[in-house]
């Protein structure tokens, strides 16, 4: 009796006992066993290609449409912060915010005068909006991404600082706004009022550098508390200068529009080169 029979075509079953043959039998066997499972593993492997392709196929095309949405929808609200500057703007020189300013003038003198430690704490945070500090900060920065292989990037966030503050001086001319009276103000300042010099550059300065930081790590729960850290001293920096009286709410505002709009413009910019 064979050890190895035939039960229907291209099918084998084994003996129970060995017999005469019985090695290329079993081999017989094994090569028809390794023809079925290779067969079906080829065809395992080509469905499994096939969605691999797919997959391939699609994931650059959906990159491809949050890479252009990200910066369409940053540009959006850049351009969002542009028009409430100008809004603003046009609000300033009719007059039309007068009444507005004025109450939250009288409630900030009216607020050191009941709370005297508040005028001192106003003047701490104020100073981070100067221009010393604020040049240092940018030095800072400007010289750390020119030394580590950044120097396009150090070189854009220069110019939009530099570029940022000369504006400021162009629109103070242009709208020509006076300052609040002395008598309200806790710190009197020369010069013009609109918009706020502090509350513009705290907000291309440190927004930059929150952002720029930002990018540089993995979590998104680090950056958003890295942007919301670098938008909180901007926000300290112009309720210092309304709570102080050397500017109108609506300079701060204004210069928070502006600033904030100017320094994503220049972030877009540094983006694009970066990636090309």
Do not use: C
Not at 63 to 70: A, G, I, M, Q
Not at 147 to 171: D, E, H
Not at 255 to 265: L, N, P, R
């Amino acid at each position: 009796m064979p050890p190895l029979g035939r039960k229907g075509p291209g099918i084998y079953r084994m003996s129970s006992r060995p017999g005469p043959g019985y090695e290329g039998s079993y081999s017989l066997f094994a090569d028809q066993i390794v023809r079925r499972t290779g067969y079906r593993a080829k065809l395992n492997s080509m469905a499994n290609s096939h969605s691999d392709s797919t997959d391939v196929v699609g994931s650059p095309r959906r990159d491809r449409y949050r890479s252009l949405l990200k910066p369409l929808f940053i540009g959006f609200v850049a351009a969002l912060l542009v028009f409430l500057f100008a809004y603003l703007g046009g609000e300033v020189v009719e007059g039309d915010t007068h009444t507005f300013d004025m109450r939250l003038l009288l409630g900030a003198q009216s607020l050191r005068l009941g709370h005297p430690w508040v005028a001192e704490i106003m003047r701490d945070l104020s100073g981070l909006g100067s221009t010393s500090v604020l040049t240092l900060f940018t030095v800072a920065i400007v010289g750390y991404l020119a030394l580590f292989s950044a120097r396009a990037t150090a070189f854009l966030v220069a110019t939009s600082v530099i570029s940022g503050s000369v504006l400021v001086s162009v629109f103070k001319a242009a709208f020509g706004r006076l300052r609040p009276d002395a008598a309200y103000a806790e710190l009197a300042v020369p010069g013009l009022s609109f918009p706020s010099g502090h509350a513009t550059m705290s907000a291309i300065v440190f927004l930059t550098a929150g952002a720029l930081l930002a990018s540089t790590r993995s979590r998104l729960a680090e950056r958003i508390y890295i942007l919301v850290s670098a938008a909180l001293v901007t926000a300290l920096v112009g309720l210092s200068r309304v709570a102080l009286g050397a500017h109108w709410a609506t300079d701060v505002l204004g210069g928070w529009t502006f600033g904030a709009a100017w320094a994503i413009v220049w972030l877009l910019i540094a983006r694009k080169i970066a990636n090309q």
